[in-house]
């Protein structure tokens, strides 16, 4: 059996071995501003990359730009793709699903599922940092129920809740198997969408 050489064995040992131009002539990394943003770019490149092939294995998409479209990232943003909604009841959605998160997170209500939580992990501030946290949760709760208002009142207590309850699987819980809803319940998507464009005056 023929002897591995030096630096088989280090592979074996280990994660590859960086670039020359990323190490000092210690061996620490190097703190080169040039060394360190090449390596940041080279890290968000392959988390990218990383993010894209799981999405194209994951929603049966069939070229990388169609992964890299953030819109692909959120069943709200697939279905404008899909041409189910149009771009203003999209953004009525985003904008409904902020309001929600801000809710839930100030509140310390727990999101309605992970994959809500995940999708709103990191968000803006919403222009109220100088009152408290208190006063915060206050007018997002006040916020949230004027937005239930709003969807419950698209057409009688039966018809608002299903229209709430669509809403809501959609753009807050951001349930990936209602992608493809029945007709009725695209109808209350919709319905709850334009009353929230209207809310938002989303043009």
């Given at each position: ?37 090449l ?11 990383t ?51 801000r ?70 819980e ?12 695209v ?17």
């Amino acid at each position: 059996m023929k002897p591995r050489t030096r630096a088989q064995k280090r592979r074996r040992r280990g994660p590859p071995i960086l670039a020359a131009t990323d190490r000092e002539p210690n061996g620490r990394k190097s703190r080169r501003k040039e060394s360190r943003v090449l390596y940041e770019r080279q890290t968000e490149f392959n988390n990218v990359r990383t993010a894209a092939e799981t999405r194209m294995r994951h929603f049966d998409l069939k070229t990388v730009e169609q992964a890299r479209d953030p819109r692909n990232g959120y069943v709200l943003g697939r279905m404008l793709l899909d041409g189910t909604v149009t771009e203003r009841q999209h953004d009525a959605g985003i904008r409904y699903a902020e309001d929600m998160a801000r809710y839930y997170g100030l509140t310390g209500i727990a999101f309605p599922s992970a994959r809500a939580q995940d999708l709103f992990a990191v968000r803006g501030s919403d222009g109220e940092d100088s009152t408290t946290k208190g006063e915060k949760a206050r007018k997002a709760s006040q916020r949230m129920a004027r937005l239930r208002t709003i969807l419950l009142a698209c057409g009688d207590i039966d018809t608002g809740r299903r229209v709430q309850h669509t809403v809501n699987i959609i753009c807050v819980e951001n349930v990936d198997e209602r992608r493809h809803l029945p007709a009725n319940m695209v109808a209350w998507l919709k319905r709850g969408l334009n009353a929230l464009a209207t809310e938002y005056g989303v043009a």
